[in-house]
């Protein structure tokens, strides 16, 4: 096995098993995902909020009454940032790319944090819940002060995700945003091994510590080929129907012709339909507040099922809108800035990175794979 | 195979090609390094510098006298920080660790990068100059503020690596110094795919950023299991010497019975000697001044050379002195501070990953692994 896997070379690492796991499990052939075993119908059907599932991947298991209370509290009095650091976020520039904020932002939350040599687990579980807590405020702290608004400071009683809304915009979010806000954040929280998750298990494999794994993730996730993906749907759909009104038949017709990409659609693993945009789909009609955004939603609904259709007609292997097509429409019909919507899956997404970095580093060996030689000979 | 490699779990991905390369070959059974085509034994002897050596690196053949005058006089001018990156440098805790302070700057630097956006090779390429040349002035000026001294600017006609030892000291370094360091840097310049090279590709490969790339890279080489090796090599040589004076015999003699890893001592790859190791070795003899640096390096090589001895002795596996064993002698005989070491690593480094980078992304596949699903069944 090994000699003849040091000869071939394993682009893209396709259905390589680098590890196991006991977090969650995508089944790509039957359009089925779970969290620790948890289909995650059932997590978005009985309301879970976004801190008990967060717990859930944290123990591995959902927490009692009491321990939800305390670990809310814990986590909600992480929230604020120190003094030094809102100076730093002014100082930054304004025009600057929020992912590169994140990152540079947890940078720094590193070298204030005085348990940052402390490699006990529950010195990890405290570092963890600061970098969970603190990413909503840098980003939303930041929006405010480039929109020329007063920082929102954030208020203990609200939920993650209402917490999140409301230093955003300074009001107390409707329980219908709150509520798919909060879904959508969990519909995003882990998906076993992309390339963001890869990342961060890289890094803890080799015993750096959870803000580094962290920050890795983060710069994985903004590309464009991962989580750059949503806002790229966003643009796409308000050009399209700029362009074509409400009818997108000719614009999908063309993509397939050329062959170029449709952006939120295909999965490198489901090859049905992603449960998270089935789901997410659902959940944007409860946001249907105006007419424009009944427009908007049928727009990219019909979107969806055209794109199906023709490929259907063309005979085309049909690939199916994943996550990124209706967390974008969720995110537009939010309000959310169009460049909140990565950072706002990296909001989510930490909590799966931070999963896998306790799990790659509870039993470790560091990745050093190799590559094949195809260079110059001896000079 | 593939049906078979997603049953079977390759932890570590030990032996398995992730891609091809034409930049660097080791050859871990003969103990041999090659930079291009180039053995590294021929690129030190022939006194190439460090420009030379990132040129070739970047450019995949040594330059010609004037492409090397435009690539110093380039590299050169992208030294200097923005007053407000200064700023924030001087706002950062003075006891934070040099890794992050890293990831921060070159997050911030991303912020500030005009050219973020654009994808074009060129573009690419002057954003990877500025990297390279940014590094050593971010922390060194960290250095210096932190230390109650004034920072020290960039000094144009200094060549890379002893403009970095002219930032650090404020003295122009003595030609010995500044030779050896540039050649120090010259070896750690690449080495294949260990984890932080494997990271800067995974990052590479979503499409994000150069500085994306870089900073998930510094984040891996800063796990103690990676670059953070040659620090806790000098702090094992001091401690030892301290306890046990200039005979380090019981100690090696208690780990080999213990089973106790011995810092700088044997590589994934290397099953023989690491060339490396025995360039740093020879180097650091034109550093001795002082009847101290002697004595020093005396105990360091005795130290190495009596593992080998005792390993040998007790029949066990032979395991060979890395490139941190000597390289950390080399930084502590260069008066680098102790947390020097590691960043000096990334400094040197990252040369490697940008290079990393622009392979990848010729020519990219995202990589997208998987993970074996053993937790709980269907709840």
């Known amino acids: 096995?090994?000699?003849?896997?040091?000869?071939?070379?394993?682009?893209?690492?396709?259905?390589?098993?680098?590890?196991?796991?006991?977090?969650?499990?995508?089944?790509?052939?039957?359009?089925?995902?779970?969290?620790?075993?948890?289909?995650?119908?059932?997590?978005?059907?009985?309301?879970?909020?976004?801190?008990?599932?967060?717990?859930?991947?944290?123990?591995?298991?959902?927490?009692?009454?009491?321990q939800l209370k305390e670990f809310k509290d814990e986590l909600s009095s992480e929230r604020e940032l120190d003094i030094r650091l809102k100076a730093i976020l002014i100082l930054t520039p304004q025009k600057g790319n929020l992912m590169a904020l994140l990152q540079g932002m947890i940078a720094q939350l590193a070298m204030y944090d005085p348990e940052i040599a402390d490699r006990s687990t529950e010195a990890k579980r405290r570092k963890a819940l600061r970098i969970i807590a603190r990413m909503p405020t840098a980003v939303t702290f930041f929006h405010r002060v480039r929109s020329?608004?007063?920082?929102?400071?954030?208020?203990?009683?609200?939920?993650?995700?209402?917490?999140?809304?409301?230093?955003?915009?300074?009001?107390?979010?409707?329980?219908?945003?709150?509520?798919?806000?909060?879904?959508?954040?969990?519909?995003?929280?882990?998906?076993?091994?992309?390339?963001?998750?890869?990342?961060?298990?890289i890094v803890a494999s080799t015993e750096a510590d959870i803000y580094s794994?962290?920050?890795?993730?983060?710069?994985?996730?903004?590309g464009p080929l991962h989580g750059g993906a949503n806002e790229r749907v966003l643009r796409m759909l308000r050009e399209v129907r700029h362009?074509?009104?409400?009818?997108?038949?000719?614009?999908?017709?063309?993509?397939?012709?050329?062959?170029?990409?449709?952006?939120?659609?295909?999965?490198?693993?489901y090859k049905t339909t992603d449960p998270r945009a089935t789901i997410l789909r659902k959940l944007a009609k409860k946001l249907i507040k105006t007419e424009e955004q009944?427009?908007?939603?049928?727009?990219?609904?019909?979107?969806?099922?055209?794109?199906?259709?023709?490929?259907?007609?063309?005979?085309?292997?049909?690939?199916?809108?994943?996550v990124d097509f209706f967390s974008g429409v969720v995110y537009e019909m939010l309000n959310l800035p169009l460049d909140f919507f990565t950072p706002t899956f990296a909001i989510a997404r930490v909590v799966g990175w931070i999963a896998h970095y306790?799990?790659?580093?509870?039993?470790?060996?560091?990745?050093?794979?190799?590559l094949k030689y195809i260079g110059p000979k001896l000079r």
């Open 358 to 370: 306790f799990e790659q580093t509870s039993d470790n060996r560091i990745y050093r794979p190799r």
């Open 213 to 222: 794994s962290v920050i890795a993730a983060i710069g994985a996730l903004s």
């Open 294 to 322: 009944l427009k908007e939603l049928k727009f990219a609904e019909n979107f969806a099922d055209t794109v199906l259709k023709k490929l259907q007609e063309s005979g085309k292997t049909t690939i199916y809108p994943n």
């Open 243 to 269: 362009q074509y009104g409400d009818d997108p038949s000719k614009y999908i017709e063309d993509c397939i012709k050329d062959k170029k990409k449709i952006m939120g659609f295909g999965h490198r693993v």
């Open 1 to 66: 096995m090994k000699t003849k896997m040091q000869d071939e070379v394993v682009y893209g690492l396709e259905d390589v098993c680098i590890n196991t796991t006991k977090l969650t499990q995508v089944d790509g052939i039957k359009g089925r995902l779970y969290y620790l075993g948890y289909p995650i119908e059932d997590i978005i059907k009985n309301n879970y909020s976004f801190e008990e599932v967060a717990y859930l991947f944290l123990h591995g298991r959902f927490p009692r009454a009491k």
């Open 148 to 201: 020329n608004l007063d920082p929102v400071a954030p208020k203990h009683e609200l939920s993650h995700a209402g917490n999140m809304l409301y230093m955003l915009t300074g009001k107390t979010p409707a329980k219908a945003e709150e509520d798919v806000f909060e879904k959508a954040l969990i519909l995003h929280m882990d998906h076993e091994c992309n390339a963001s998750t890869f990342a961060s298990r």
